[in-house]
């Protein structure tokens, strides 16, 4: 049987597909899984050994120039390529409507979540196969249950979770003999941000314990402030602009990774690293970093979480988040540190 996947974005939910597709090939060993997803994100299902071909959407380029007639030339092209391709089965596990779409144009029965289920309750009507799956329930358990309903095969245990994913092998040379932690500071909302005082008093403490510390980033924005903490010790390593795949190979041989709410936190979490994940604007229960070696931090101030974008409890002068201040201290991760690696006697 051969199928495709319809995960399009964005890293965290492609990441929380991985399960599933696990669980898939475990049910089915001779199954084939190719998978739809947008430009920038390719790199990330071709890290999981069980998927084959990985179709780029270029949606998201084309969709700004619709009133050119190239940009509707290259969409033919893209459809009349996917065609080309013959499915036993199409399974959209994004549930919107900007997914479900391809599914029209495959001739293949396809699976989906029904209007009860998906976030956009349009998307089912492309569907052939609607799956009843209840909400309350974190993204990966959802998924999960939606591919065992499409390809028929019994629920898994819920609480063993396996993202199949293959060591990698390191992408940088080695700078020195010094263990190294990746500090994933970067995100897109404001409020999920954990502050920058906090982070130097994190990258001290390593120092301190004489770990080298990585800082990826993806945008100038993120770059100058990874350049502000690298003024801090020469222990602070200012990663190069990196590919998805190249960023994983970097985690894969890393001691330790903390992160704030952001996909490569739950990459980190999908490559079976110690992680410890910082919450305080979001909520982890639904969508949250899921590893056997994860350890998750969460404000519990009386507004947390917020769901917001920005934080609307500042007060005066203050950056800082009272979430943050109040619950999820540089000290309260620093302990967490401590209990994940038994570094509290470490230091010579």
């Not at 994004?94 to 349009?122: H, M, N």
């Not at 249950?145 to 990698?168: C, R, S």
């Not at 993806?218 to 602070?236: P, W």
């Amino acid at each position: 049987m051969r199928i495709l996947l319809i995960k399009t974005s964005s890293l965290g939910d492609i990441i929380h597909t991985f399960p599933a597709v696990y669980d898939a090939v475990v049910a089915h060993p001779s199954i084939q899984i190719d998978w739809l997803v947008e430009e920038g994100f390719t790199d990330l299902p071709k890290l999981h050994p069980a998927v084959g071909k990985v179709i780029a959407l270029p949606w998201r380029r084309l969709r700004g120039q619709l009133w050119k007639p190239s940009a509707w030339r290259a969409l033919k092209d893209f459809v009349r390529s996917l065609q080309e391709t013959h499915y036993d089965l199409v399974i959209d596990a994004q549930g919107l409507l900007k997914s479900a779409v391809w599914t029209y144009f495959i001739d293949a029965p396809s699976w989906g979540l029904d209007s009860q289920s998906a976030r956009e309750p349009i998307a089912s009507r492309f569907y052939t196969h609607k799956a009843a799956v209840p909400w309350g329930q974190h993204a990966i358990t959802r998924v999960r249950q939606l591919f065992a309903q499409a390809l028929n095969y019994p629920l898994p245990d819920m609480q063993q979770v396996n993202y199949g994913l293959i060591p990698k092998i390191r992408a940088l040379p080695e700078q020195d003999a010094l263990p190294y932690w990746v500090f994933a500071h970067a995100t897109t909302w404001e409020s999920k941000h954990w502050p920058e005082p906090y982070w130097q008093t994190l990258i001290l403490f390593a120092a301190q314990h004489k770990r080298r510390i990585y800082l990826p980033w993806s945008s100038d924005q993120e770059r100058m402030r990874a350049e502000r903490f690298a003024r801090l010790t020469h222990h602070v390593v200012v990663l190069p602009e990196m590919t998805l795949s190249s960023i994983a190979r970097v985690l894969t041989d890393a001691e330790l990774i903390v992160g704030v709410d952001t996909g490569l936190t739950h990459l980190a979490a999908a490559l079976h690293k110690p992680v410890i994940a910082l919450y305080g604007a979001t909520e982890p229960g639904l969508t949250g970093v899921v590893g056997q070696r994860v350890t998750v931090l969460q404000a519990k101030y009386p507004c947390a979480p917020c769901l917001r974008e920005m934080c609307i409890e500042l007060e005066g002068d203050s950056d800082i988040p009272p979430c943050y201040a109040t619950d999820l201290p540089a000290e309260r991760v620093i302990k967490a540190i401590e209990q994940t690696l038994s570094l509290a006697n470490s230091v010579k």
